[in-house]
């Protein structure tokens, strides 16, 4: 059986797995190098925090937060933000489509996106889109209501 978290996190996947503009894209989960020196660009969905209400009646109301990592590579002597445009405006649409109804949770993307640097060979950018999930559970082993 698995937990609401992972309930809510395998929704998000799919659907970003499931958006005709990320085909092509390495999209993983908690992926601890989640970009191999061969890959151009790639995405991962972290789960980053949870945070639940007082127990009442058998459940557990959760708030859990996701990073969404979009990195991309850029060619030298370019802006590496641009590098990652498109990916990033791929996984927003993808997200903001989902429906939210089926991921056992209500859904909020963060209007905050984190743009990192890496000055490699090759420069990387990594573009971090910050994700809310409101959901409830049950008390005695977190199973998604």
């Known amino acids: ?9 395998a929704a998000l ?3 970003l797995q499931g958006a005709p503009a990320l085909s092509g894209v390495a999209i993983s989960a908690n992926r601890q190098r989640p970009v191999s020196a061969a890959q151009a660009s790639a ?5 980053d925090q949870a945070a639940g209400d007082t127990a009442v009646l058998g459940m ?8 969404l990592e979009c990195y991309a590579r850029a060619d030298t002597g370019t802006d590496p933000a641009a590098a990652v445009d498109s990916l990033l405006s791929a996984a927003w649409a993808a997200l903001a489509g989902l429906d939210y109804a089926s991921a056992g949770a209500d859904i909020t ?13 090759t420069p ?5 889109v910050r ?6 559970t049950t008390l005695t082993n977190l199973a998604p209501l």
């Open 131 to 136: 994700i809310t999930a409101m959901h409830r």
């Open 60 to 67: 557990i109301d959760w708030q859990t937060a996701f990073a």
């Open 1 to 9: 059986m698995s937990t609401g978290f992972a309930t809510v996190q």
């Open 13 to 15: 996947l799919a659907a």
């Open 43 to 47: 995405m991962v969905l972290r789960l």
């Open 124 to 128: 990387m950018v990594c573009a971090i």
């Open 109 to 121: 993307i963060s209007p905050t996106v984190d743009w990192q640097y890496d000055d490699a060979a």
